[in-house]
């Protein structure tokens, strides 16, 4: 075993330590998802139902446009989680289960790739990044909350567009599911990884025209790899798995009207209306075709030169991210976190890691990884991220689930359709979800109505489309639920 294979073993399971540990206290804590974390839960169970979900979670985009209504791209996050959330029984210890899984293997793809891509600096980078993530966000990254699984994705997108800066094009399948997973989570995150995904594809089609003499995806007279199955070919599986990823809201556009596209396309216009926008995404556009030219006139650029024009992409995104918000969204940056991170230290990491791998004897290592598992593990600052709110609105949460459970019981409800009303903001905002959740799974059929003007995949649950007898129930801010049963109804 080689030194990078030690070191991404020792390191992997150093770094991932803190996220099983983050799991094991949700799961003792009793966390139940409530809020945002509900109406996830509730998508990720709708996967193997007959509505399952084509849409990524609600945005805010009204607050920032008014009249737009969007959803985040995609629902990747809920497929991914629905095999191990099924598999617990749909108890909510399944999704925690889940979102460890998700964030230790991005972790590992992040370590295995940076060290591909830069040896023992990209190692150093992704180190640091990961570091500096499980500080900052703590135990919240094993959480199913959309913004989370991008902060680890970042990163681990990153090591694989290093590489494909490099001309390693074997980890193209790697890039479409990951870049697919990031950019489906969050809005915000389509600005701050615009700059880089429009230099790699304008990298990608000149160094296809310059090897084949034609214009992708024609194969030209110069064409290659025709000695390898299409199976084998990276290309052709990135595209199927594009294409797997993305058939949700593809089959969204043709089912649902209007559909997600065409509000995300309101944002697009609204943003450039003025000349003074229209110029900037000219320069934008226009710097990213100068940043594409200049590194695909480089046959095999150094595997530093490719770090930094990295790194410069990544600060283009933020610069981006931050002006397309007008400031105004500057906490979506912390989605970022970790990018941001790996962006900064692989400028300057290569030097600094050679410089300590060799100065610092094994024994020494060994101290370092206890030092950072102190830090990042329990009772460290990080710790503090599962807060007595946190836990205050889960054990509410549950508690107004149990109460409706209850009452249901208590009135010989055991199945059948339940219309869900609501008294208080808590009721509507947190505990809903919750109840949505544990009904359904329960055998339940609940309805509710929610303020969202536009047509949505889950409007079967609305309440015009629940039968007259079906028991009403009013949820409310910690007050035993109220019970209305229709005569004639059971």
């Known amino acids: 075993m080689n030194w990078g294979s030690r070191w991404r073993i020792l390191l992997g399971a150093l770094l991932v330590l803190p996220l099983v540990i983050w799991s094991?206290?949700?799961?003792l804590h009793g966390w139940v998802p409530q809020g945002d974390e509900g109406w996830i839960a509730v998508k990720v169970?709708?996967?193997?139902?007959?509505?399952?979900?084509?849409?990524?979670?609600?945005?805010?985009?009204?607050e920032s446009w008014p009249g737009i209504w969007a959803h985040h791209p995609g629902p990747m996050q809920f497929y991914l989680l629905a095999v191990p959330f099924a598999l617990a029984g749909y108890h909510p210890a399944g999704l925690v289960i889940g979102g460890l899984l998700l964030a230790a293997g991005l972790l590992v793809l992040a370590l295995w790739h940076g060290w591909m891509a830069g040896r023992r600096a990209g190692l150093a980078a992704v180190v640091i990044a990961v570091v500096v993530s499980e500080l900052l966000i703590g135990p919240s990254l094993v959480m199913p909350w959309n913004p989370w699984p991008p902060v680890l994705g970042v990163v681990t997108l990153l090591t694989l567009s290093w590489r494909l800066l490099l001309g390693h094009y074997s980890v193209l399948p790697w890039f479409a599911v990951v870049a697919s997973l990031v950019l489906q989570a969050n809005l915000a995150l389509v600005a701050n990884l615009f700059p880089l995904l429009v230099v790699l594809a304008g990298v990608g089609l000149l160094r296809w025209h310059r090897a084949r003499g034609a214009v992708w995806p024609l194969p030209g007279w110069r064409s290659r790899?025709?000695?390898?199955?299409?199976?084998?070919?990276?290309?052709?599986?990135?595209t199927v798995l594009?294409?797997?990823c993305w058939a949700p809201p593809i089959v969204e556009l043709f089912v649902i009207s209007p559909n997600n596209a065409t509000q995300l396309w309101e944002i697009v216009r609204v943003e450039l209306?003025?000349?003074?926008?229209?110029?900037?995404?000219?320069v934008l556009v226009g710097g990213c075709g100068w940043a594409a030219c200049a590194i695909a006139a480089r046959r095999a650029p150094a595997s530093r030169q490719a770090a930094l024009w990295l790194s410069w992409l990544v600060a283009a995104g933020v610069v981006l991210s931050v002006v397309a918000s007008a400031g105004g969204r500057l906490i979506y940056l912390g989605m970022m976190v970790g990018g941001m991170s790996f962006a900064v230290a692989?400028?300057?990491?290569?030097?600094?890691?050679?410089?300590?791998?060799?100065?610092?004897?094994?024994?020494?290592?060994?101290?370092?990884?206890?030092?950072?598992?102190?830090?990042?593990?329990?009772?460290?600052?990080?710790?503090?991220?599962?807060n007595s709110a946190q836990t205050r609105n889960a054990d509410r949460a549950r508690a107004a689930t149990d109460e409706v459970h209850a009452a249901l019981l208590a009135h010989g409800v055991r199945s059948?359709?339940?219309?869900?009303?609501?008294?208080?903001?808590?009721?509507?905002?947190?505990?809903?979800p919750t109840v949505t959740l544990s009904l359904t799974v329960d055998g339940y059929t609940p309805y509710f109505d929610f303020p969202w003007p536009r047509p949505e995949d889950g409007d079967f649950r609305r309440v015009e489309h629940a039968p007259a007898d079906a028991v009403q129930v009013t949820v409310r801010d910690d007050r035993p639920p109220l019970i209305d049963i229709p005569a004639g109804s059971r």
Do not use: C, K
């Open 24 to 27: 094991v206290s949700w799961v």
């Open 45 to 62: 169970h709708d996967v193997f139902s007959a509505h399952p979900p084509l849409q990524g979670m609600r945005s805010t985009s009204n």
């Open 225 to 238: 790899g025709r000695d390898h199955p299409v199976w084998r070919r990276p290309g052709i599986v990135a």
């Open 242 to 244: 594009a294409v797997l």
């Open 273 to 282: 209306q003025g000349p003074l926008h229209v110029l900037g995404a000219i």
């Open 346 to 386: 692989v400028r300057s990491s290569r030097r600094t890691a050679i410089r300590w791998a060799r100065v610092i004897p094994p024994a020494g290592w060994g101290g370092v990884a206890v030092v950072v598992a102190l830090l990042i593990g329990p009772g460290g600052p990080a710790e503090l991220m599962i």
């Open 416 to 432: 059948g359709p339940v219309v869900l009303h609501t008294e208080g903001f808590l009721a509507s905002a947190s505990y809903v």
